[in-house]
């Protein structure tokens, strides 16, 4: 079964730290994504990647940057967290380019900025 | 810009009765697929069932079938003898063929009355 794993379930910090979230997928994946989850929202991309050191925009880029240097290890930075970044954050994975290929996410992150 | 629509933020039905979840999608596009994900409680996302736009007929896994109207762009989720474990927030995603990035709509979160 693919694995996806994300290094907090729950997070406290403080405006103006600097956040790390990180993500590992155990299948050799080619992509993976960062978005975040609010209520009545659903899910917004942040952030995807599709390559070692490969990074794109999603739809809310804004405050965030990632970093992928092994391929099984995406990360999510927050430079300097604000409260509007209090949120569930998913991290998923995928096989291949194909548009069809099957997102499998990890248990979440929920990051609570005070 | 593709959006997807959830109109309904919560929903309930009996244990073994049936269901429906509705979605509708804005799109100019011929070519995508859609997709219904579950996340139960404990947050793992998971994909439920696809459609590929260019198939008239409707998905069907086990429980669950879609009702796929295109020249509606409709796609609702039909879940049979609902059990309790089918408690969830549920997801309609859509993605462009040829591209990486799911578009979802805000939730529906189901409660099965025992």
């Known amino acids: 079964d693919v694995k996806v794993t994300q290094s907090s379930r729950y997070l406290v910090k403080r405006t103006g730290e600097k956040v790390f979230l990180e993500c590992v997928q155990d299948m050799d994946h080619e992509n993976m994504f960062w978005y975040r989850q609010d209520p009545g929202l659903g899910l917004r991309l942040i952030y995807f990647?599709?390559?070692?050191?490969?990074?794109e925009k999603g739809d809310i880029p804004e405050g965030y940057s990632v970093s992928r240097e092994k391929k099984e290890r995406f990360s999510l930075i927050l430079e300097s967290a604000s409260t509007n970044q209090t949120s569930m954050y998913l991290c998923?994975?995928?096989?291949?380019?194909?548009?069809?290929?099957?997102?499998?996410f990890g248990p979440g992150t929920r990051l609570l900025v005070l | 810009a593709q959006t997807v629509t959830q109109s309904q933020p919560e929903m309930s039905v009996q244990e073994a009765e049936t269901v429906t979840l509705s979605c509708t999608y804005d799109t100019s596009e011929s070519d995508y697929y859609l997709f219904w994900y579950k996340q139960p409680p404990s947050r793992q996302m998971i994909l439920v069932i696809r459609?590929?736009?260019?198939?008239?007929q409707n998905a069907t896994e086990n429980r669950f079938s879609v009702n796929f109207q295109k020249a509606a762009k409709s796609f609702s989720l039909k879940i049979s003898d609902s059990q309790l474990g089918d408690a969830a927030m549920y997801f309609c995603?859509?993605?462009?063929?040829?591209?990486?990035?799911?578009?979802f709509g805000q939730g529906t979160r189901l409660t099965i009355n025992p």
């Open positions: 990647s599709y390559d070692v050191k490969m990074k």
């Open positions: 998923a994975s995928k096989q291949g380019g194909g548009f069809l290929e099957t997102q499998y």
């Open positions: 995603a859509y993605v462009n063929q040829g591209a990486q990035k799911l578009v």
């Open positions: 459609q590929e736009a260019y198939k008239q």
